[in-house]
């Protein structure tokens, strides 16, 4: 299994991703920007970070640098993406998942640590994982509160903040995300964008090892590729 973790100008996470991969056992490797193909690799991940400095609007000029093309045949082959804070803001720039991150409730950055509800097994990314489990991950971001499309398919929710027994209280919705929404995929399912760092929380040490959960669903064992028609249904 090999996972390809994108590099962007002003990428911060890209380094924790790949160490924790490899800690993991996994064949994980560097793609810069401005590669225009992805070769044989079965999952890739979009990391956090400020990517161009998050001008215009974060993530939105990293949505049209070269990789994201690949990336969008990656996606429509079947292929397994994950993309954590900003690579959550570059996939929705690049059309790739529905709705839109602004800026948080309040106006201020947060840089906490919150409980996730997983909502959804079906997709990559919480495969390993079973719905209704709460998991502890750190959030840091100042444009994080999503707000999802009308009528968006409630299957396309992946993750919603929680407080510890996973009851969802408007003090454990660190931005003011609609629903407490947290993470959404496409509609495939095998394209996902989430808010909270799970390469942050790889070790008892840092206050949780959760984040090992997420990343584990990427690489343990191929992912079942079909292709995804426009609107990121399966075909």
Same mark, same amino acid.
């Given at each position: 299994m090999r996972v390809g973790v994108v590099v962007f100008p002003g990428s911060t996470c890209d380094r924790d991703c790949l160490q924790v991969l490899r800690q993991m056992g996994a064949s994980a490797e560097e793609v810069w920007h401005e590669e225009r193909e992805l070769r044989g690799l079965d999952a890739v991940i979009l990391p956090g970070g400020f990517s161009y400095g998050d001008y215009l609007r974060a993530g939105a000029v990293a949505a049209r640098s070269p990789v994201m093309e690949a990336v969008r045949s990656f996606a429509r082959s079947g292929g397994a993406v994950l993309g954590i804070?900003?690579? =959550?803001? *570059?996939?929705? !720039?690049? @059309?790739?998942?529905? @709705?839109?991150? *602004?800026?948080?409730? @309040?106006?201020?950055? *947060?840089?906490?640590?919150?409980?996730?509800?997983v909502e959804s097994s079906r997709t990559p990314a919480t495969r390993a994982l079973q719905p209704g489990q709460v998991l502890r991950l750190p959030?840091?971001? %100042?444009?994080?509160?999503?707000?999802?499309?009308? @009528?968006?398919?409630?299957?396309?929710?992946? =993750?919603?903040?929680?407080? !510890?027994?996973? &009851?969802? &209280? &408007?003090?454990?919705?660190?931005?003011?995300?609609? %629903?407490?929404?947290a993470g959404v995929c496409n509609a495939a399912g095998n394209v996902v964008g989430m808010m909270p760092h799970p390469e942050r929380a790889a070790d008892p040490l840092l206050g949780s090892a959760d984040g090992l959960r997420v990343l584990a669903g990427l690489w343990a064992r191929p992912v079942a590729r079909a292709p995804v028609a426009a609107g990121g249904r399966r075909r």
């Open positions: 804070c900003n690579g =959550f803001q *570059v996939l929705l !720039e690049a @059309g790739l998942l529905p @709705g839109a991150l *602004v800026r948080n409730r @309040g106006g201020r950055f *947060v840089c906490q640590t919150v409980w996730v509800r959030v840091a971001h %100042g444009d994080g509160r999503y707000i999802p499309p009308r @009528g968006l398919d409630p299957r396309q929710v992946v =993750f919603r903040y929680c407080d !510890e027994a996973g &009851r969802l &209280r &408007r003090s454990a919705n660190p931005n003011g995300s609609s %629903g407490h929404i």
